[in-house]
């Protein structure tokens, strides 16, 4: 389950929040009776709706980067969310967004490759690119080469990398709010825990005998 409450319909905004349920679930109480046409729960949505100015903020998100006004190639708009979706483990952006790029007639080579596209040979040289320059906004925070960014500036416009940029980090932010709410398919427990020793183990044992401290 989610970390916070999920708002039925009986207790949504009308003015923002109504409106959404309608469009993603119809007549259904999405607390009540869960489910979306793409197979999510759809918990990311009513746990947003606890704040109406919010889930109405990243609405505005969404309609952003998928307006006609978009100068950027939605391909390669999708090939950064989705990197940022499994650079920062998110189960949920990431599987949307293979959904995406799949939707968009993108191979299941390229889709599948994804993970490991530092050594694919199926990206053109712009798609590359696109991954390069997410990788360091998401992995590296924003620390990018200015040998990376002159190779985005001779291949992109100004406007591009822009609309590049904040989609990206729109999609960071996004994996790390849907991890730490375990919102949707980013409810599961931390695979990193201890594994314990054998019973009779000494740490003195694992350090050689000596008796010290971290």
Same mark, same amino acid.
Request: net charge negative; hydrophobic share 40%; proline share 6%.
């Given at each position: 389950?989610?970390?916070?409450?999920?708002?039925?319909?009986?207790?949504? #905004?009308?003015?923002?929040?109504?409106?959404? =349920?309608h469009?993603?679930?119809?007549?259904?109480?999405?607390?009540?009776?869960?489910?979306?046409?793409?197979?999510?729960?759809?918990?990311?949505w009513?746990?947003? $709706? #606890?704040?109406?100015?919010?889930?109405?903020?990243?609405?505005?998100?969404f309609?952003? =980067?998928?307006?006609? #006004?978009r100068?950027?190639?939605? &391909?390669?708009?999708?090939?950064?969310?989705?990197?940022a979706?499994?650079?920062?483990?998110?189960?949920?952006?990431?599987?949307?967004?293979?959904?995406?790029?799949?939707?968009?007639?993108?191979?299941?080579?390229?889709?599948?490759a994804?993970? !490991?596209?530092q050594? !694919?040979?199926? =990206?053109?040289?712009?798609?590359?690119? &696109?991954?390069?320059? !997410?990788?360091?906004l &998401?992995?590296?925070?924003?620390?990018?080469?200015?040998?990376?960014?002159?190779?985005?500036?001779? $291949?992109?416009?100004?406007?591009?990398?822009?609309?590049?940029? =904040?989609?990206?980090?729109?999609?960071?932010?996004?994996?790390?709010?849907?991890?730490?709410?375990r919102?949707?398919?980013?409810?599961?427990?931390?695979?990193?825990?201890?594994?314990?020793?054998?019973?009779?183990?000494?740490?003195?044992?694992?350090?050689?005998?000596?008796?010290?401290?971290?």
């Amino acid at each position: 389950m989610p970390r916070l409450r999920q708002v039925p319909k009986a207790e949504a #905004n009308k003015d923002t929040v109504l409106p959404l =349920y309608h469009m993603l679930f119809g007549e259904r109480d999405p607390v009540a009776e869960p489910g979306t046409a793409t197979g999510t729960p759809g918990d990311w949505w009513t746990v947003f $709706a #606890n704040s109406p100015d919010t889930l109405k903020h990243a609405a505005q998100g969404f309609a952003y =980067y998928r307006s006609a #006004n978009r100068k950027l190639d939605p &391909v390669l708009r999708e090939l950064g969310q989705t990197w940022a979706g499994w650079a920062t483990g998110s189960q949920f952006v990431f599987s949307q967004h293979c959904k995406s790029l799949r939707g968009l007639g993108v191979s299941e080579a390229k889709i599948t490759a994804i993970t !490991a596209w530092q050594t !694919a040979t199926c =990206y053109d040289p712009k798609e590359r690119l &696109v991954l390069a320059y !997410a990788d360091r906004l &998401v992995t590296h925070l924003g620390r990018v080469p200015d040998s990376l960014f002159d190779e985005l500036k001779a $291949a992109f416009s100004d406007e591009e990398i822009m609309e590049l940029t =904040y989609t990206t980090c729109m999609y960071l932010m996004h994996a790390v709010m849907s991890r730490a709410l375990r919102t949707e398919f980013d409810d599961r427990d931390d695979p990193i825990t201890e594994v314990a020793a054998p019973p009779g183990f000494s740490a003195l044992d694992f350090l050689g005998g000596e008796n010290r401290k971290d």
